[in-house]
């Protein structure tokens, strides 16, 4: 019997829905099997994002040296992960005080790493400082402390880790920088500049270790949510799979921490060199930074003509 024209199109939107779901079901299960036992060290697990990639780790059954600068987060983090955990398949996370603004006691912290498990299968450099102020108005001081954080922190921690890395000829690194790190924008020269020298950085150790068998990935996302957003009270959420897939898509300017640590687990788990997670703009921004050059200079200025006009009127 032959099927009506007008259901061919509501028919092929249940197929890819259903195959769409069982993909991402399928894409779960694997994401948990094949972290399971690997020493993973994330930097800044104190932050939103940090404690949401641990604990997608930490539930994956790796064994986790959480870092950070606050000894007090760490620990309320480590609680919160043990707490209501099968001890049977889970591993108890290491902690390790670090702050990439004090780079005196650095080597420190990397010998402490290396101690914890006694090897390193992955590094996530999630370490972020931001700031947004007229060049003139930031410091030397402040533009050092900035890349400090963002680019000889991690920098110097790769570098620490990596001969370990080489000996055992596996490895891999994870780069969680900003899209600024392709993408300069008006009033960050200092974190434009530490994403632009961290993600240069890492794509030339890319190239490096690859003959030892080391991987390193970037992900490149855009301003993280501090908050879920919600769709607007007089409209319901769709409950095809696939249309709130693609609704979200086109609604959602930021990224979500729990995005960002899926994500980041998907990169682990298929060793992606380059990841870009962010909505259809930058994406657009990036290819006219690169064909039309003059043009996107030209809208960037127009942008902070119209900011500085629209302060001076309020």
Known sequence: MAVPSVMI???????FAGVYFVYNEVMRFMSKSMVQNKVVVITDAVSGMGSECARLFHEGGARLVLCGPSW?????????????????ATFTPKLVLLDFSDMENISEMITEIEESYGCVDVLICNSSMKVK??????????????????YFGPITLAKGLLPLMITRRAGQFVLVNSIQGKLSLPFRTSYAASKHAVQAFFD??????????????TISHTFINAVPQNTTPSKTPPTNP????????????????????????????????????????PWMALYIRSLVPSFFFAVVAAGVKDGVMAEQLQ
Not at 72 to 88: A, I, M, Q, R, V
Not at 245 to 259: D, E, Q
Request: aromatic share 4%; net charge negative; hydrophobic share 40%.
């Open 9 to 15: 199109l509501p028919l092929l939107i249940v197929v």
């Open 72 to 88: 007090d987060k760490l620990e309320s983090l480590h609680d919160s992960l043990c707490n209501g955990s099968d001890p049977s």
């Open 133 to 150: 102020a007229p060049v003139q108005n930031l410091s030397l001081d402040m533009d050092k402390t900035i890349m400090d954080v963002n």
């Open 204 to 217: 030339c150790l890319r190239a490096e270790v690859e003959e030892f068998g080391i991987s390193v990935s």
């Open 242 to 281: 696939l249309w709130a897939y693609i609704s979200c898509k086109l609604t959602t300017h930021g990224v979500s921490s729990n995005a960002l640590a899926k994500e980041i687990v998907r990169t682990v788990n298929w060793h992606r060199r380059e990841v870009l997670l962010s909505h259809p703009i």
